[in-house]
């Protein structure tokens, strides 16, 4: 049985900075996919970034060139970091792996950003 454990969540002002981890344990090998998701009160998940086993990289428009993925394959954790944080930035975000591209999904249990003055 595999877990994903994040960390790092927490309240940052606007134009502030955090930092999300996210690390699977138990049974595994390794994950093809490896990436983040929020949601916000109200609104449905979406897709924030994730990054393929080849290093590929995908991120929402709405967080382009403010945060950055990036992995740690030895260690199966996928980091984000979170740069020049808005409001709207404010969600529970939610660590997701997959062993192969469709099959063996697994989902952390979220860890809650908000971004307020």
């Excluded at 950055?68 to 260690?75: C, G």
Aim: proline share 3%.
């Amino acid at each position: 049985q595999v877990q994903l454990v994040e960390s790092g969540g927490g309240l940052v002002q606007p134009g502030g900075s955090l930092r999300l981890s996210c690390a699977a344990s138990g049974s595994t090998s390794g994950f093809y996919y490896m990436g983040w998701y929020r949601q916000a009160p109200g609104k449905q998940r979406e897709l924030v970034a994730f990054m393929i086993s080849s290093g590929t990289t995908n991120y929402a428009a709405s967080v382009k060139g403010r945060f950055t993925i990036s992995r740690d394959n030895a260690k199966n954790t996928v980091f984000l970091q979170m740069n020049t944080l808005e409001p709207e930035d404010a969600a529970v975000y939610y660590c997701h792996a997959r062993v192969r591209p469709t099959t063996g999904y697994y989902w952390g249990q979220g860890t809650q950003v908000n971004v307020s003055s």
